[in-house]
């Protein structure tokens, strides 16, 4: 089931970033001529880098809007069925792209870049989700952490297939830009055969057997009650109650930490630099005293880096927990950014210092793939609830790809403004995330919904008498069902409506 969605899910936000590095020079020679060919104008070298900065941000603009429309269609459609129809927006996208080249329109790219956008932008919010809602919970942090795996990989992927010698080449680069299409044609021969999420079945439809029949069709044995009674509770606690609105969020004050939270480490993941170096690989490359025959395979390590990473970080997270990954993650990227920073700064004076620069760059990518990568999409699963968690997504998905457009739109000028100076806004927003991870986001690994709300409370009413009605709920282990403190819970508030 993971590799099924994951191959159509966000294997396609890797794969399309990587891909757009490869035919940088061809698109840019195709944008001119088609000016040359429409309106007799021979554009300028900063308006062809102005319009091709277009189409690679304009992917990101994609992404927001996906990620606004993903919460109501989760809710309507449900995961699975969310994710198949995502695949709409993949093929019209792969079709226009196809068909740009013969057209002569660069318009046709920009709005096939937009469609593959809205896909990835689905995606990165529904598959987590879907991952999440649907792993037993002593596998809850791997199982969701594999979509940062598959994101990865397809980076990788996108790199390869990108080289000169397969679809990167000058009569090819319109095949390279529809080849997001097979992996979305293999999502569709196969998703169908597994199981919508048990919680999705159980806490919005009530359908307690199909839930039941989607737990013993993944686990392939008998469902075990406490997992059972875990979805049972939280449906109760749920209970005529609708999905929230994201503006809601913002208003309730008993998830404001757990908003801050996302939001900030969503808007970090990007704003930390990392994914538009795949956008400008060659910029940033250059900048580091690469030759260009080499750039092509120097920037398969980048991708090959996050992809080992984060293989790693899936076989530590249950071990290390979340907070500890996502907290050193940030903490080493702070420091490759700082040597990176010095290693350009002495290049003139030291043969070997552009080795060093390159080093830094795949180092800073490797700490990104082994906290950051992974752990941010996990998050608004384990600390929001059924109701808010659509919502949740939303909030964590537009910033995300906001800050990713603003990045995108900013880096080749950040890089050739700055020059060796340019990793420093990185380092300091990655500082300033270790700082915020290790001074207020708990640890979640193990726990149940009701113990991470616990915690939270104390943030949420810090310095206020108001008890928190499900923080007995600590006192047993991690995930156990308590009936007894569940049913004072009830009969408490009933007393207290009376």
């Not at 932008?121 to 942090?141: C, T």
């Not at 990865?152 to 010698?165: D, K, P, S, T």
């Amino acid at each position: 089931m993971v590799a099924s969605a994951a191959i159509g899910g966000t294997l396609q936000y890797g794969y399309n970033l990587a891909i757009m590095n490869a035919p940088t020079t061809f698109i840019q020679t195709f944008i001119n001529e088609t000016f040359l060919e429409r309106w007799d104008i021979q554009l300028e070298n900063y308006q062809v880098t102005l319009v091709w900065t277009i189409i690679v941000s304009i992917f990101s603009l994609g992404g927001f809007a996906g990620a606004l429309i993903a919460g109501p269609m989760t809710i309507r459609f449900g995961r699975k069925k969310c994710l198949l129809l995502n695949n709409i927006f993949l093929m019209t996208g792969a079709l226009l792209a196809l068909t740009s080249r013969a057209a002569k329109s660069f318009e046709m790219i920009i709005v096939s870049r937009v469609l593959v956008g809205i896909n990835s932008g689905i995606s990165m919010n529904v598959q987590p989700m879907y991952f999440g809602e649907s792993a037993p919970k002593h596998l809850r942090g791997a199982i969701s952490l594999s979509s940062a795996v598959f994101t990865a990989f397809g980076v990788v992927l996108g790199q390869v297939v990108g080289l000169r010698e397969i679809l990167g080449s000058e009569p090819c680069w319109q095949y390279l830009l529809a080849s997001n299409a097979i992996p979305g044609l293999i999502q569709l021969l196969t998703l169908p055969w597994f199981p919508e999420s048990p919680r999705y079945l159980l806490i919005d439809k009530g359908d307690k057997e199909a839930c039941i029949n989607a737990l013993r069709q993944l686990r392939r044995c008998e469902v075990q009650n406490s997992e059972l009674d875990e979805i049972l509770q939280e449906q109760a606690e749920t209970k005529g109650m609708r999905p929230s609105k994201p503006w809601e969020l913002f208003t309730d004050r008993s998830v404001r930490w757990q908003l801050i939270s996302v939001m900030i480490i969503s808007s970090a993941m990007q704003l930390c630099g990392n994914d538009s170096i795949y956008f400008y690989a060659s910029y940033v490359f250059k900048e580091a005293g690469i030759t260009s025959d080499k750039i092509q395979y120097v920037t398969i390590g980048t991708g090959t880096c996050e992809f080992i990473a984060c293989i790693m970080c899936n076989l530590l997270i249950e071990l290390k927990g979340r907070r500890f990954m996502l907290m050193g993650g940030f903490i080493f990227m702070t420091i490759w950014a700082v040597v990176f920073t010095v290693a350009q700064l002495y290049e003139d004076y030291i043969s070997w210092m552009s080795y060093l620069s390159m080093t830094c760059i795949f180092t800073y990518i490797l700490s990104f793939g082994m906290g950051p990568a992974g752990v941010t999409g996990i998050l608004p699963t384990e600390i929001f609830n059924q109701t808010a968690r659509p919502a949740a997504y939303m909030i964590a998905g537009s910033m995300m790809w906001l800050n990713l457009f603003i990045i995108g739109m900013i880096f080749p000028f950040l890089v050739s403004g700055l020059s060796e100076y340019c990793f420093v806004p990185f380092g300091a927003v990655c500082m300033l995330s270790a700082l915020y991870v290790g001074l207020f986001l708990p640890e979640t690994k193990g726990k149940s919904l009701s113990v991470i709300t616990s915690e939270f409370h104390k943030l949420n009413f810090r310095g206020q008498d108001k008890k928190c009605p499900l923080q007995t709920q600590a006192l047993y282990q991690p995930g156990e069902v308590c009936l007894s403190t569940y049913n004072s819970f009830k009969w408490s508030m009933f007393s207290m409506t009376v």
